[in-house]
Each structure stands twice: as structure tokens, then as C-alpha cells.
């Protein structure tokens, strides 16, 4: 009940929170097809495809060490390639690169993971086209691999008001509304 075959997940909170964390947890459990979270049922051992395209391969690798005292995480399974940071997934070019090389390191994913989109996107999600070109993308990986996809993505980082208090928004939500819905 948290993420379905071929569909597409984004996990959205302000930035810290532990976004990464959760979805690097949950791709170890999924790769040796154990319950995600103790209790999320997963059917079969997965094959995870991890893109961080902000804080690389070091944070994920170390944060894995730690969960591998407790998760039996099946590397076999578990492909993480730093090597797209500073790419636009909204260029072609890049696009049908990152796709490319998905292929050739995991021609089957089950499930890929973006993380933070915002850092895949030259120029930021504030307007609509951008966020269509983005969700373009995400629909590729899944038609093209026929797979789900897994996005965290930031919110607005908060802000102090004129008394130095943190001003709260009512809606936080970074980028186009239409990402949103």
C-alpha cells in the first residue's frame, strides 16, 4: 500500500527530514525482498535504481553500511550511480543518456529513485513547462523499464518574517502546481 507496481511515489517534505534515508532503507529491504519497514509486503527480491542527483555516492554508501547491520541488503540488486549529478532531465540529451546508462547497469529495474528532483532540473520547477518536462521523464522511465518510480522532492525551505520568526506558508509545496497534482 505505499508503492505499486509501475507507479510512480513522491515523497515530499522540507529539506533534513529524512527523505533519502526512507527511500535508501526501503530499496535495501526491497532488494532482498523483505517487508519494507517491517511491514510493507514485497513480493520478490527488486532490483533498485538509486540516482542521487544532489549529495552523491558517498552519503548513500555510508548510510547503507549502517543499515547493513540490521538489513541483509542484496547488492546484487541495488545499483547507485552518482554520475548524473548536474544533468537536466528536461534536455533530450540527457534524458536519453541517463536512460541509456540505466540500461546497460540494470536492463530491468523494478524501481527507480530520483532523489531530489529538484536537483535534475536546470533552471527549477516554478513553471509549468518545466514540470511537464520532468513528469515526461518519470513516464519514460516507467514506460521505457516498466517500472515504478520514486521521487523525493523538497519543499520550500523556510523563511524568517520581519521579527525573525519563521514564517509559515499554507501551502509549501516547491514548483509548478501541476507537478503538485
Same mark, same amino acid.
Given at each position: ?41 514485497? /513480493? ?7 540516482? /542521487? ?55 530491468? /529495474? ?5 532523489? /531530489? ?65
Amino acid at each position: 500500500g505505499f508503492l505499486y507496481e509501475k507507479s510512480s511515489l513522491m515523497v515530499s517534505s522540507d529539506p533534513g527530514l529524512g527523505k533519502s534515508i526512507i527511500m535508501t532503507c526501503a530499496f535495501a529491504q526491497m532488494s532482498a525482498g523483505l517487508p519494507v519497514f517491517n511491514s510493507l509486503m514485497v /513480493p520478490r527480491p527488486m532490483k533498485c535504481y538509486q540516482i /542521487p542527483f544532489e549529495r552523491g555516492l558517498q552519503e548513500v554508501t555510508e548510510r547503507l553500511k549502517h543499515m547493513s547491520e540490521v538489513i541483509p541488503i542484496n547488492y546484487s540488486n541495488y545499483f547507485i550511480n552518482e554520475n548524473f549529478i548536474g544533468m537536466n532531465v528536461t534536455d533530450s540529451k540527457h534524458a536519453d543518456f541517463i536512460i541509456k546508462v540505466i540500461r546497460q547497469d540494470c536492463p530491468n /529495474p523494478d524501481c527507480i529513485g530520483l532523489d /531530489p528532483i529538484y536537483a535534475s532540473i536546470a533552471g527549477g520547477l516554478s513553471t509549468d513547462e518545466k514540470a511537464s518536462l520532468f513528469c515526461r521523464f518519470s513516464t519514460r522511465l516507467q514506460h521505457e523499464f516498466g517500472c515504478s518510480v520514486w521521487m523525493n522532492h523538497h519543499t520550500i525551505k523556510p523563511q524568517l518574517n520581519r521579527d525573525g520568526n519563521i514564517s509559515t506558508r499554507p501551502d509549501p509545496f516547491y514548483g509548478s502546481q501541476w507537478l503538485k497534482a
